[in-house]
Nanobody
């Protein structure tokens, strides 16, 4: 059973930055797809960003473009989400997701085979 482990969440004031990390299996980090999703209380889980390792492609939700950056450290089998210029509406539980192969649109949760437990991000105004 693959277990993804996230870290890096916390509390920050609006305009601040946080970096989330997620350890993934090496075979996924090298050629699979890794994504970040978030879910605020009472809302549906939404896609934030994804990295498709086969082509080095990145994908972002419109709401985070220009502020968030997803990247991968292949040597450490870790995927990062650098979050800058944070807004209160970015507050949510953030989940790492991964799959060894592309299974469809990056923004659909059903395309990801493995999930982490989540890390909380709170942005105060």
């Amino acid at each position: 059973q693959v277990q993804l482990v996230e870290s890096g969440g916390g509390s920050v004031q609006a305009g601040g930055s946080l970096r989330l990390s997620c350890d993934v299996p090496g075979y996924i980090a090298s050629s699979g797809i890794m994504g970040w999703f978030r879910q605020a209380p009472g809302q549906e889980r939404e896609a934030v960003a994804a990295f498709y390792a086969t082509y080095g492609s990145t994908y972002y939700a419109d709401s985070v473009k220009g502020r968030f950056t997803i990247s991968r450290d292949n040597a450490k089998d870790t995927v990062f989400l650098q979050m800058n210029s944070l807004k209160p509406e970015d507050s949510a539980m953030y989940y790492c997701a991964a799959s060894p192969r592309w299974g469809g649109p990056w923004y659909l949760p059903g395309q990801y085979q493995y999930w982490g437990q989540g890390t909380q991000v709170i942005v105060s105004s």
